[in-house]
């Protein structure tokens, strides 16, 4: 169901395209007025609509060392517990099962801190830096497509650590970091700025890839830049290392929020 999903909104279909546009803007309350090209006949296919540009300025970056990456509501966030990741009453998942198995890259980030944001259909489906980052390591880790909506996220062990998804490691002045792009049912794929689309090809084994490649600049991207994109939206999992770092008071489980908000300061 994915993979048709993925076919159909990446095809050139004419008016059925944009009829099944229109459709979505209706049924999902999708504001085209933020969109830097507010006119639906103008989308080729489903995906370029949903991975439309805002007009600049929708977004302005807040004055913090941490700003929200994405438009969406959080999921959870806090403190991580030794090794565990809260999902929702009752689960718990662990650092190392969500970035693939790799125990000392979840070293990083024992008794930190994360952030999980989840992106509703009507939501902006760019993802922005945080902070100033410079790539070190991308991973690619196959799993199930499970959706990702707060009633599943509450009734699914491990969701986040079980879906198919996307783990970009970055360093910081203020230390490593990682984004989590979270795959889930109907998510034709993924994609970063430096990369292209990640998936498909959907691979039974992890895949990863170390910057700067080989002959290759670095990846620096700076605060508010594009990193990625969910063609058919998702999930963000965000960890930061053990530290000073205070979550911004407003935000708390089920808050909306919007790209560039404060998201977190250095205590």
Known sequence: MTAFAGFVASRERGWVTTALIRWFVG???VNMAEA?????TAYPTFNAFFTRALKPGARPLAQAA?????DGAISQLGAIDRDQIFQAKGH??????LLGGDAALAAHYQDGHFATIYLSPKDYHRIHMPCDGR???MIYVPGALFS???VTARGVPGLFARNERVVCVFESARGPFVLVLVGATIVGSMATVWHGVVNPPRSKAVREW????SGQPEVVLNQGDEMG?????????MLFPKGSLRFNPDWAHGASVRLGEAMASDA
């Open 27 to 29: 049924k999902y309350q």
């Open 36 to 40: 830097a090209n507010p006119d639906i």
């Open 66 to 70: 941490l700003v929200c990456p994405v």
């Open 92 to 97: 718990h998942y662990s650092t190392t099962a």
């Open 135 to 137: 790539l070190s390591r």
């Open 148 to 150: 990702v909506n707060p």
């Open 210 to 213: 170390r910057y700067p490649a």
């Open 229 to 237: 994109r969910f063609l058919l939206g998702s999930t963000v999992v």
